[in-house]
């Protein structure tokens, strides 16, 4: 069956430390990846996406993702983050071109101490 | 920056009562989207909307939910008779063609009470 899957509920980091969520999906073909963030009050807003090429997308605020066939994942990741990215963090998919349905992840909320 | 406009923010309705969310898409998009989160679960889909038809509907928008765009520029998803367990975060989205990233809402926060 097709699904996504999100395996950290909650994730804490340090100010200034490196980020990766991580996101898995289960799918006999390529999948078109997303990540969105949605922070309180807030909508959901895209960060980046994956539908082909190049492997490595760069996306918003300085995030970036890494697609690996292999591994069915696409990890999102960022070298230093700032108190501003604490949020939920979901993954989603659109298992087919033009079909415009999203299957979302579970989410990651991301907490930032100082 | 265009965005997609939802209201209201939060609506507390009696269970049994009808509820129309509405929202107001991206101008020149032709395809249109709700989701809803119930608390602590996952993004949920319920139904893609274009050419003024549903395309796609999951398996949750059943007799009880409708949507309809009526004049051009809202899009609305009415729930009748509503249930305790339709109470969550329902977000409206829109995208420009198939394929291409859906832009979604801030929501609307239902509560049946």
């Known amino acids: 069956a097709q699904s996504v899957t999100q395996p950290d509920i909650h994730i804490t980091v340090s100010e200034g430390a490196s980020l990766e969520l991580r996101c898995n999906y289960s799918y006999g073909a390529t999948p078109y990846l997303f990540w969105y963030v949605q922070s309180p009050g807030q909508g959901l807003q895209l960060l980046l996406k994956?539908?082909?090429?190049?492997?490595l997308v760069q996306g918003i605020k300085g995030f970036e993702a890494e697609f690996k066939r292999s591994q069915s994942s696409f990890n999102l990741r960022k070298p230093s983050v700032h108190w501003s990215d604490a949020a939920e963090y979901f993954c989603a998919v659109a298992f087919e071109f033009g079909n415009e349905k999203l299957t979302f992840g579970t989410g990651t909320r991301l907490t930032i101490i100082p | 920056e265009p965005e997609v406009t939802q209201t209201p923010s939060h609506q507390v309705t009696q269970m049994g009562q009808e509820v129309i969310l509405r929202c107001v898409p991206i101008?020149?998009?032709?395809?249109f989207y709700w989701y809803r989160q119930i608390l602590g679960q996952k993004v949920e889909f319920l139904v893609s909307?274009?050419?003024?038809?549903?395309?796609?509907k999951s398996e949750i928008f059943d007799d009880q939910f409708s949507v309809e765009r009526p004049d051009g520029s809202n899009f609305t998803l009415k729930i009748r008779s509503t249930k305790l367990e339709d109470s969550a975060m329902y977000f409206c989205a829109s995208s420009e063609n198939r394929g291409s990233e859906a832009f979604f809402g801030q929501g609307t926060r239902l509560t049946v009470v």
């Open positions: 994956y539908f082909s090429g190049d492997t």
């Open positions: 909307f274009y050419n003024n038809e549903i395309s796609e």
């Open positions: 101008s020149n998009h032709l395809y």
